[in-house]
């Protein structure tokens, strides 16, 4: 088993491109090297540079490799579809120039799902000719990137999203081709949803392309499924702990992984929040040596 660990501007509390709280990007890479990681994530398209030369040459710098890319825009909205498309084309643009594989796929936070974010029984469920709609724009982006791009593509359950439960994502799985669409299995938000990353791991291990590492607080969590409150709220409440400190077995989660093959990149992410009292190359270190401890 071949197993190279990553990490991810998201971690740094870049979430969106545009954001002015962002840290500036070459900051982000060179304390992502420091930290110990080999690899690091595009981010949200338009943070890094998409001239090839520019970035290519800072990668180079911090002996890092560009790993992957995510699309987290609202394939649930078919009026915002024309940005879905722009982004994901984009994006797949830069990673191609890099020599990245991995295209991620995020359904983003809608306003009818942030409510129930880890609360399956009372969250809105799509009528079948939306969720129809729905799939069938996921599958013409993961098309795109297998296809035109040449990218493993993956889907990814999100909070507060509409493939966020596991019967949402395992009835997109169930319907869309698997040598198109993969799996990036984010351990955080599988236990935010309230299901067991470690079990969904046994059972579709062979379609998982890509891992994101994220641990979970277990009060945090009690505690804004209770309350409905929102996704970037919950962040900066903590729920994204470090690793090794919430509720995610993660030697478990290595066993998973060796028992179905896995080799590739696993990739942390610790979703923040930038405006607070955070130190994002703290806990990237941190987050490092435990991995580093348990076998990773």
Known sequence: MTIRIGNAPCSWGVEFADDPRNPPWRQVLAECAAAGYRGIELGPVGYMPEDPAVLGEALAANGLTLTGGVVF???????????VVEAAERTCRSLVSHGARHLVLIDSISSRRAPTAGRASA????????WAAFRDRISYIASTGAEVYGLTVSIHAHAGGFIDFEPELERLLNETDAD??????DTGHHSYAGYDPVAFLRRWGSR?????????????????????????TACGQGIFCNLGAGDVDFPAVR??????GFAGWC???????????VAPLDDAR???????RIGF
Request: aromatic content about 10%.
């Open 73 to 83: 825009r609202p394939f649930h909205d078919p009026d915002q579809w024309l940005d």
């Open 123 to 130: 969250a809105e469920q799509m009528q079948p000719a939306e």
């Open 180 to 185: 198109v669409l993969k799996i990036c299995l």
């Open 208 to 232: 998982v392309s890509y891992v994101h590492f994220k641990d979970i607080d277990p009060q945090v969590k009690a505690q804004v499924v209770a309350a409905g409150t929102d996704f970037y």
């Open 255 to 260: 066993e998973a992984l060796m028992q179905a």
């Open 267 to 277: 990739t942390v992410e610790q979703d923040c929040d930038p405006t607070l009292d």
């Open 286 to 292: 941190a987050n490092r040596a435990y991995l580093e």
